[in-house]
């Protein structure tokens, strides 16, 4: 057995026997799925691209707090009516019946031995509530910091988040992944979204944790008719990374848009695997990730897109460009329907290049250096990313923190080609 | 130094990828003149504007460059940009997602950093950019679009030249400027080239055809055949090669050698 296996078991028994009957059965199960099925290993299909074994190799010397305590100011400013925003715990503890049912209802342990890792190690979070035709503007910004102990030892973190969307509700949260210091260890995440009728939600996710550290995201939202569900991803890690992302279109109507932007630096490894279900008919998906892997980096794009035998009139859009700026940065792209209706609109595609060669000269020509011809040719490619994002300030503070990562990248890259 | 020419070509050997192209060229331009070059397809004109401002891809194999004295061709590609060697692209190449007005500025500061001025703000900047733009023709919303992308082949020149006008060069190339372009973007593509003609900057017209020459008057024109230059004269050469055709030209220079 694993260091990492066997540490994160034992320091699950501190808070194993907390919570409602139903969450202690739910965690048991999950314990024993995941002793079961064990860290998954490149000999899993899904798993082909991406070694787990630094994970494995960790010795956890605790499980850190993911609830209250990282909500931050921002949930305590005052919050329209009909919109709550609580840690995991709070809801536990006081009215465990709102999300019985629907806490693990999307994130199946059976299905995935990192959700059953989670959800055996699920202590706190956040739970967000929106009543139905409840609306707010401004973002709801969630941030989960890592941080080392006065040790360095490897920390473990499981942060969950539920979000239930009522009718015609409407907001945008941000999720943002980062730490002031390198902290060493493991930040497992899973948020589950249920999205009624005439809900829009736009998630936002900021994966910035600095190498050492693993992360691992997995998230799965369910829309419901005429309901639209935006995921907008940036991984701007030098680490392992691995995020995942499972929607499912469950009724006439419902859309989703999923845009990711990943960049690899040093010897990062950023792996996105989405799924999107047509389980309905008239229902949109449209998929766009950009890579930018510069150094010895490596990206995975992998995305599935299933359209259910009834899911007539489906159109379903996936595109995945990345660019190389190294030689020794590599990318995987591999898309993959599986369509078992006939009247379907269905498109994808995959490119792999590299900056383009008349225009970084043309900008040189005009008496711009070449690093910051590359940085504008490579902030033109990610910002298309971002710029589908509701909340201008968020966009703004967005293609700021991809700028500054790509600058990263590119004085590495400099600095590298004068040694 | 008056007597020192702006450009001084001598003997300019050289490739494009592996194939020769440039067999010794020789040509030199001073402050204040307009040369134009001739020449039929393949006789090298492309070749000479490239290696001019140093593009990948084009290798000079024998013979040199002074600009002003210094040694051109130990310059990359954007210091010769900022020591004011400019150069209209034949083929301005589109930039999806890099807005116009960003990178005009970005240019602009560039080039007035390593000149020693000082960086404009976006509100000077704006108002030295509404100044030129009204000199080309061009409407506002261009400048908030991507680099010609969506231009029409006019608009997409209209831009080069407002570079031109936007980063003062000393020596401007313009690289066969008028190819697919009417004649109401003509003029005022040379109305914007003619505005730039001043005592203590030079001009290199390529053109295979003589019609932008009665926009852009030249001083001096030259016959490019083969990688060299094979006759010079003052502007009435230019002529009596669009009546002649170039075959005259080449005819007598195979019988010269």
């Not at chain 1, 956040?126 to 401004?138: G, H, Y």
């Not at chain 1, 006939?342 to 070449?370: K, N």
């Not at chain 2, 990359?76 to 807005?99: K, N």
């Not at chain 2, 936007?166 to 080239?193: H, K, M, Q, Y």
Request: proline share 5%; hydrophobic share 40%.
């Amino acid at each position: 057995m694993s260091g990492a296996v066997d540490s994160l078991m034992r320091l699950r028994q501190r808070f194993a026997g907390e919570g409602p009957e139903w969450l202690q059965i739910q965690r048991e199960a999950a314990a024993q799925a995941f002793l079961d099925a064990g860290l998954p290993t490149r000999r899993l299909e899904a798993w082909k691209s991406t070694n787990l074994a630094p994970l494995a190799a960790l010795d956890f010397a605790r499980i850190a707090p993911t609830g209250a305590a990282t909500l931050g100011a921002s949930l305590a400013a005052s919050l329209p009516a009909g919109i709550r925003v609580r840690s995991l715990a709070e809801v536990l503890r006081s009215e465990p019946d709102r999300i019985a049912g629907r806490l693990g209802r999307l994130a199946d342990p059976k299905l995935s031995a990192l959700v059953a890792l989670q959800t055996a190690c699920l202590e706190d979070g956040v739970v967000i509530e929106l009543d139905a035709n409840a609306r707010i503007e401004e973002p709801i910004r969630i941030r989960f910091n890592s941080s080392p102990d006065v040790y360095d030892r490897p920390s473990a973190s499981f942060p969950r988040l539920l979000v239930l969307a009522g009718a015609h509700s409407e907001a945008t949260i941000v999720l943002d992944f980062g730490s002031e210091k390198p902290a060493p260890g493991f930040t497992c995440h899973v948020a589950e979204l249920l999205l009624e009728k005439g809900a829009r939600v736009e998630l936002v996710q900021i994966q910035a944790e600095p190498a050492p550290r693993i992360h691992f995201s997995s998230v799965h939202a369910e829309v419901e008719g005429g309901a639209r569900f935006d995921s907008s991803i940036s991984s701007l890690s030098d680490g392992l990374l691995r995020s995942e992302l499972d929607v499912r279109l469950i009724a006439p109507g419902a859309e989703t848009g999923m845009n990711g932007f990943f960049l690899g630096r040093g010897t990062g490894h950023v792996d996105h695997f989405t799924t999107v279900e047509h389980a309905a008919p008239h229902c949109t998906s449209a998929q766009e990730y950009r890579g930018v892997l510069g150094d010895r980096s490596k990206g995975v794009f992998r995305g599935r897109v299933i359209v259910r035998p009834d899911a007539q009139k489906t159109d379903a859009r996936q595109s995945n460009p990345n660019l190389l700026l190294s030689d020794s940065a590599s990318v995987d792209t591999r898309p993959q329907l599986e369509i078992y209706a006939d009247d379907v609109r269905a498109s994808h595609g995959s490119t792999i290049g590299q900056l383009d060669a008349d225009a970084l000269f043309f900008l040189r020509a005009r008496g711009i250096a070449e690093s910051e011809a590359r940085l504008l040719l490579t902030h033109a490619f990610a910002s298309a990313i971002v710029e589908a994002l509701r909340d201008p300030g968020l966009r703004a503070d967005l293609i700021r923190r991809i700028d500054e990562a790509l600058a990263r990248l590119e004085s590495a890259r400099t600095v590298g080609g004068a040694a | 130094m008056p007597n020192v020419p702006l450009i001084e070509i001598k003997n300019l050997h050289a490739n494009a990828g592996d194939t020769p192209i440039l067999r010794g060229l020789d040509l030199e331009i001073r402050a204040g003149e307009v040369h134009a070059i001739m020449g039929p397809n393949g006789s090298g004109k492309s070749t000479l504007s490239n290696v001019l401002v140093g593009r990948p891809g084009y290798a000079v194999t024998d013979g040199e460059i002074r600009f002003r004295g210094q040694n051109l061709l130990e310059m990359d590609a954007e210091t010769r940009a900022r020591e004011g060697i400019f150069l209209a692209f034949q083929y301005p190449v589109e930039i999806p997602g890099v807005a116009n007005n960003y990178f005009l500025r970005t240019a602009v500061n560039a080039i007035r950093s390593h000149r020693g001025q000082e960086r404009l703000d976006a509100i000077d900047f704006l108002t030295l950019l509404r100044e030129k733009m009204k000199l080309v023709e061009m409407p506002e919303e261009m400048m908030a679009r991507a680099i010609n992308e969506g231009f029409s082949g006019g608009e997409k020149k209209r831009n080069e030249i407002l570079q031109m006008l936007l980063l003062d060069p000393a020596f401007c190339i313009l690289d066969e400027t008028d190819s697919g372009l009417d004649i109401d973007a003509l003029r005022t593509v040379a109305n914007g080239v003619n505005q730039m003609r001043s005592a203590d900057r030079a001009m290199l017209v390529i053109t295979h055809y003589q019609r932008l020459l009665d926009y852009i008057v030249p001083d001096r024109v030259h016959v490019l055949s083969k990688g060299r230059i094979v006759r010079s004269g003052g502007k009435e050469l230019a002529l009596e090669l669009e009546e002649k055709g170039y075959g005259w030209i080449e005819g007598e220079a195979g019988q010269a050698s």
